[in-house]
């Protein structure tokens, strides 16, 4: 009894159906173009920023006051870990590496007349006064060379090159900066002959290999995409590593990170305008094709006797564009793409009939 009833019922409503989907007849002021597949969709032009994490970033400061006498790299310039980027000499470092050597001296001579005098002292040979007073004279040039040995040090000196002056008592006249990482100078703030103070910031380095885009996304786009999916910036693959969760109340659009598979020119905080992609399987027609029918994106087929409409989910534009999905179109299929108006007002004058 049931599939009579649904039997009668398909059997009734067909003809309404049809009437609703066809335009019959054919039309001089339409014109048709076929369906072009594609693999990508443009999901539309955007303003990326240059960002990087914390760990691949190295700020290089001046850590002692003085006159950069080399510059050996520019702004931009790729690196290797060890290169000698700048030289600095330094008249304060110098001034307290003279006053280190001096205390050491001191320190020599102290520890002589100690062990000169101790035996006598002994011996009782020579006043326990005068023995002291030697005894704490070294102790005070002791404390002062180890105080100098550590402020060197924090003055940009290696353990090494204190090292090195406390054995050959000679002062290292010239401060080499070395790159701790292999990156690329990110920003250049030195210039030759430039006096820096002590604090001053030279250059910094990054890992350009690990530099991301950061680009806010219209809602309706964050939403056809997911953590981890690929994408593309012109043909550059590039692979979403995260999705901001809060929306930004202003513009209305949420902050994606994009990660490249190879390397992307681009710097950090660099501003860049980029044409983002979606690879998926789609159709490209002009936009002229595409209608709002019922609440519902449709575009219209050539029958050999009339138009069909059918319904599409467009899933991007670009200029006069659209990109669309729908079940049962293929690239043989002949579209229209003028005068969908005047098909879209010949099938509401049959819905009022």
Request: charged share 25%; hydrophobic share 40%.
């Amino acid at each position: 009894m049931i599939k009579k009833i649904i039997v009668a019922s398909m059997l009734i409503f067909s003809p309404l159906l049809a009437k609703e989907l066809i335009v019959s007849g054919q039309n001089s002021m339409v014109k048709t173009d076929n369906p072009r597949e594609t693999k990508s969709i443009y999901l539309g032009s955007y303003l990326a920023k240059g960002y990087i994490e914390s760990k691949d970033i190295f700020r290089i400061d001046a850590s002692v006051e003085g006159v950069v006498e080399r510059l050996n790299v520019s702004i931009y310039e790729p690196i290797k870990k060890g290169k000698l980027l700048a030289v600095i000499k330094s008249p304060k470092m110098l001034e307290l590496e003279a006053t280190y050597i001096n205390f050491l001296i001191e320190q020599e001579y102290y520890s002589n007349e100690v062990a000169r005098l101790k035996p006598l002292y002994e011996a009782k040979v020579v006043a326990k006064r005068q023995y002291l007073k030697t005894l704490n004279t070294l102790q005070k040039f002791q404390t002062q060379t180890k105080f100098y040995y550590h402020l060197l040090q924090q003055w940009g000196l290696s353990k090494g090159q204190v090292d090195s002056i406390k054995e050959n008592k000679k002062p290292i006249p010239e401060i080499k900066v070395y790159a701790p990482m292999d990156g690329i100078i990110n920003d250049m703030n030195i210039f030759p002959k430039m006096y820096l103070q002590r604090g001053e910031h030279m250059m910094t380095i990054i890992d350009d290999k690990n530099t991301h885009l950061v680009v806010s996304l219209p809602l309706n786009i964050t939403k056809k995409i997911k953590l981890n999916q690929k994408l593309f910036i012109d043909d550059k693959e590039v692979i979403v590593k995260s999705i901001a969760a809060e929306i930004d109340a202003r513009t209305q659009t949420v902050a994606v990170h994009l990660k490249p598979q190879k390397g992307m020119d681009i710097m950090l905080n660099e501003k860049k305008n980029i044409q983002l992609y979606l690879p998926k399987n789609a159709f490209k027609l002009p936009s002229s094709s595409v209608i709002d029918y019922h609440d519902k994106e449709s575009i219209f087929i050539k029958l050999k006797d009339g138009y069909k409409l059918l319904n599409v989910n467009v899933l991007g534009m670009h200029k006069d564009h659209v990109y669309i999905v729908a079940d049962g179109l293929s690239s043989t299929d002949e579209v229209a793409v003028s005068g969908v108006i005047s098909l879209k007002g010949a099938l509401e004058g049959q819905d009022n009939d």
